[in-house]
Each structure stands twice: as structure tokens, then as C-alpha cells.
């Protein structure tokens, strides 16, 4: 049989385990959302919420170790009952401050699964249910008659003022409280969490039609992992308090470093598949806008492939001669056509393909400006017999 004591000892060292990992992941989230601040807006509604999980989970960290510290150490051995009574009653101070820190880091964890699923809807009446389950959470106190709903204030104030069965926390009289509280997180999370994945369930669908890789694909497998993970661990909490197991304090120390994972590793999760989007298309548009270099005739790679190379071309020309046609006013009449203030001025001849010299290859190029009258049909003016010359331009 689990005794309370040992639970504490191996749910503090659990806990510190996993809480290690959620500030690596909180130093990874908060440079994937704080990066590039000046190219794009920062969501610091989100930023706030991780920074607030990571003090919270921190602050009932520190409250785990001190409990601990009394309950072995200090006070626990010289209270009535030892120090397993001591870790029973759930009205002592760092009990009710526990269970306060916890029900918080619920209350932003729902918060930010149900402000998720309106981004994606964008319709308010797709998350009035989560809502609801979240004001259920969160709820109202009447001072004088007590918590009127089963709700997180609810709980903390039924622990804070137990008088009967106060070293028993499956009584009823505190009972009833954690049992709707596990319930209705698990309601409204879950609902949240289906609610997101199903909307990017389909719109994943939708664009695969058009691009192969997409992103929702990734965002939709880390959304479904989070909240299953999420689900299970308070799933098996409330399965461990319904069967009145000492093991529900253990699972109830590890929720808290869970909460700040599972927020965590979406943010981390979505921004690194970003990245590799940005990443593959970079890469393919750099494909797409490079020219190999030329490195001679047939030259291979060591992976069998061929490298390309520039194309050789050799401009055979054909020019029909009359002595009757002048290039000088071929040349000033084509100007005429392309700009008519240009008739007015002298301009030079145009050079001759035959009076170039070099060959055309690997390594030569022409003057831009000599290919300009390629694609002009010859001017008006020039008498329908006489000679054009093909290689004009070239």
C-alpha cells in the first residue's frame, strides 16, 4: 500500500523531472514567438499566458518542496498521526496553496485551447460550449450560503474550510468538488481540443488539392498528441480519486508540469513546421532560379547525373544586296518607327554580323541594344523589292 508520504517523495521528484523539461520548452517557445519582432506582430496575449504557466508551475514547485521539507523534516514528524497525517489533512496551508496554483494553471490552459478554436472558427457560437464549461471552472461565490456551482473557488474554499473528515480528501464533503472539477476540465478541454483539430482537419483537405506538403498536416498530429496527452493525464486522475487510490496524489503533481508541456510544445511544434515550410520553399525556388556552371563538354557528376552547360550557337546568315539600298537609311527610318523623335538625329550604322569579330560560344555576348531590331518588322519606306538584311541585329 502507497503510503502518502512516499507518494509526496516520488510525486515532488516526478514533478521535478517534467518541470525541467517544460523550462527548456518554455525557453524554446518563447524564442520561436519572440523572434523576428520587427518583421511580424508578436502575439503577446500568448506570451503572457506561457510566461504565467511558467511562474505558476514554478511557484507550486517551490510549494511541493516545502511541503515536503515539512511534512519530513519539521513539522510532520511531531504532528498527531505522524507525517502521513500530516500529508492527509487538506486544510493545511501549502495543501489549499497547492491546489490553488494547480486549479489557476487549468483555468489558463482551457483559456488558451478555447481562444485557439475561435482563431480557427472564427465563429462565437462554436466555442459557447467550451465557455460555459469554462465559466463552470472558474464559477461565482455567494459568501454567505458558499460556492454555487462546482467550481474551482468552490474547491479551494471546501479545503480550505474543512472541519469534518479533514484528513480524508475522498470524503464527500471535498469529494464532490474534485470529482466535478476533473470532470469538467476534461469536458471542456476535450470538446476544444476536437472542435481545433476537426476545423484543421479540413481545411488540410482542402488544400491538398494544391501543394503536396502542407503545414496543417504537422499542426493537426501536435494538436491531437497535446490534448490526448492532456486528456489521458486527467482521465487517469480521476479514475485514481473515484477508486479512492493514494496514487491520485502522485498524477495530481505531474498535471502541473504537463499543463506548461503540452502549451508549450504546440507553439514549439507549429513554429518549427513553419520553418521547414519556409525552408523547402526557399530550396525550390533556389532550384528553379539556378544555372549550373558550365564545366565542358559531357562533364559528369560523381553521382552519375550530367552537369548543364551552355549551348554553343553558330548564326548562319543569308543577305540579299542591292546596290541601290543604303543601311545608313535602313537604320534611321527603323529609329523613326520605334521613337519619331529620333528622325530627326543622325545615328551611327548599325554594325554588321559579318564584321564582328569572335565567334559565338561559351563565354561571348553581344551588345543588349543590337538585339532591339530583331523583332521589328522593316520599315515603311523601304521599297517592297529591295534587300532586307536577315542577320540585322544578330
Not at 18 to 45: C, E, H, P, Q
Not at 331 to 352: F, I, Y
Not at 357 to 379: H, N, Q, T, Y
Request: contains cysteine.
Amino acid at each position: 500500500m502507497l503510503t502518502l508520504s512516499a507518494a509526496g517523495v516520488i510525486s515532488t521528484t516526478i514533478e521535478a523531472i517534467l518541470y525541467g523539461y517544460s523550462v527548456f520548452m518554455f525557453m524554446l517557445a518563447m524564442w520561436i514567438m519572440l523572434r523576428d519582432r520587427k518583421k511580424r506582430r508578436v502575439n503577446w496575449w500568448m506570451v503572457a499566458a506561457g510566461v504565467a504557466l511558467l511562474l505558476f508551475s514554478t511557484a507550486e514547485m517551490a510549494c511541493n518542496i516545502g511541503r515536503l521539507y515539512i511534512g519530513l523534516l519539521t513539522v510532520g514528524p511531531t504532528f498527531p498521526g505522524g507525517s502521513n497525517a500530516f500529508f492527509a489533512e487538506v486544510s493545511e496551508t501549502t495543501f489549499v496553496v497547492k491546489s490553488c496554483l494547480y486549479n489557476t494553471q487549468t483555468l489558463i490552459l482551457d483559456a488558451v485551447v478555447i481562444y485557439r478554436t475561435y482563431i480557427v472558427w472564427q465563429r462565437i457560437w462554436v466555442v459557447i460550449a467550451p465557455c460555459i464549461g469554462w465559466g463552470g471552472l472558474f464559477g461565482t461565490l455567494d459568501y454567505e450560503v458558499g460556492p454555487s456551482s462546482a467550481t474551482s473557488i468552490g474547491l479551494n474554499w471546501a479545503l480550505a474550510t474543512a472541519s469534518q473528515h479533514k484528513n480524508d480528501v475522498f470524503a464527500a464533503e471535498t469529494g464532490r468538488w474534485i470529482t466535478a472539477l476533473y470532470a469538467l476540465t476534461l469536458a471542456t478541454n476535450l470538446s476544444s481540443t476536437l472542435l481545433l483539430a476537426s476545423r484543421i482537419w479540413t481545411i488540410a483537405r482542402r488544400s491538398a488539392q494544391y501543394r503536396a506538403n502542407s503545414i496543417f498536416t504537422p499542426v493537426l498530429r501536435v494538436i491531437i498528441e497535446s490534448g490526448a496527452i492532456y486528456s489521458m493525464t486527467i482521465t487517469a486522475a480521476l479514475i485514481a480519486f473515484v477508486v479512492q487510490s493514494p496514487g491520485v496524489y502522485v498524477i495530481l503533481d505531474m498535471i502541473s508540469p504537463i499543463i506548461s508541456i503540452v502549451f508549450y510544445m504546440l507553439i514549439i511544434r507549429v513554429g518549427l513546421a513553419g520553418e521547414r515550410a519556409r525552408s523547402s520553399n526557399n530550396d525550390s525556388s533556389t532550384h528553379r532560379n539556378t544555372t549550373w556552371p558550365s564545366s565542358g563538354r559531357g562533364a559528369r557528376r560523381t553521382d552519375g547525373s550530367y552537369v548543364m552547360q551552355d549551348l554553343k550557337v553558330e548564326i548562319t546568315q543569308v543577305i540579299e544586296d542591292d546596290s541601290d539600298f543604303d543601311p545608313h537609311s535602313h537604320h534611321s527610318a527603323l529609329e523613326s518607327v520605334l521613337d519619331p523623335e529620333l528622325g530627326t538625329k543622325p545615328a551611327p550604322a548599325p554594325q554588321r554580323a559579318d564584321e564582328e569579330s569572335g565567334d559565338i560560344g561559351e563565354g561571348s555576348s553581344r551588345d543588349s541594344d543590337s538585339f532591339v531590331a530583331a523583332a521589328v518588322p522593316p520599315p515603311l519606306g523601304v521599297a517592297a523589292g529591295k534587300a532586307v538584311d536577315r542577320g540585322y541585329g544578330l
